[in-house]
């Protein structure tokens, strides 16, 4: 049982710097669990608190049950892999990869075919006499992650192993770690700035800014129900459109109204918005709710009307950059349908079931 449990977890650095703040979580075992946010939120720290390089100001981490605050690296059973892969350069693939499990005396015999049958699992058992030097970034990569593997950790901790590699690559490594988490039934944390690679690796992430969580949930949950204004603009690409208003009655309606003039009838399912209370809200839509089959199929929905100042098409899908009053607005429509041009005024059908609603001063979801 590899659970890792954080307590009030707090980390201040020597310069007064609150990094990590009242952090708590329970990652069960065999989770792979994702820290995102942006650079400087604290992500980092927590992993290196985790993995004993960085000191606990205050709070607890526990390993397997055992409070490990004052236990060594070496001693939580644990396995890092760096951005900077961290590698030996004057020595071999092999060696590199045999390193830990060297120090801790295990049998020549053993050590050899660790390494040999996690290097067959990486694909890189041609490359085991190779100095780190004749190796490409994902090769070297794979090395690092070899590494892990051999000491049969409880816990791998992932931070930004992919950021140095060329987009292609990182595509494929992403889903190679993905097959080693079912694999190994090992429980890994993995530490990333990129939402895309939290939102297809992990089983939960856990959304940070400014040293404090923001939310922590499965990837879905997170895009369909952000708990506040930071995480749905964090998560989801391009990023979610923010109308800063309030909810007014009209003839029996009620509506939308943005502070410069965007008005936008709700839907018969919005309920929870009736009665009083909503006047500094924020409303937020996901491009693809604006102009896209499913924004269309309901002709009740109400339009939003802009000028097209950019196209971008992506293949199967198309963004749209429009300009309607003091908002530009992101739309991200399927290929093939209705053909736009920049320049043209354009009244696109927004999904306003799907939106979603803050209040304006705590940020927090209605
Ligand atoms: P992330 O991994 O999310 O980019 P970090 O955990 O590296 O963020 O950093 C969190 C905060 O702590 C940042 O403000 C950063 O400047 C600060 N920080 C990180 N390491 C140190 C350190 N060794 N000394 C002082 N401040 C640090």
Redesign the pocket.
Known sequence: MAEVILKNVKKV???K?V??NDFNLEIKDKEFVVFV??????????L?MIAGLEEITSGTISIDGKVVNEVLPKDRNIAMVFQNYALYPHMSVFENMAFGLKLRKFPKKEIESSVKSAAEILGIGDLLNRRPGALSGGQRQRVAVGRAIVRKPSVFLFDEPLSNLDAKLRTQMRTEIKRLHSSLNATMIY?T?DQTEAMTMGDRIVV?KD?FIQQVAEPLELYNKPANKFTAGFIGMPQMNFFYGSIINSGGDRFFKSDDGISLKLGNDLTFLSGSGYENIIMGIRPEEIGSLTAKSNSTNPVIKGRIDVIEPLGSEIYIYLTCGKHEIISRIESGGTSYSVGETVELPVNIGKAHFFDAKTENRL
């Open positions: 650095y020597d310069n710097n990094a990590v946010g942006p650079s400087g939120c604290g992500k980092s720290t927590t290196r530490v700035h940070m040293g």
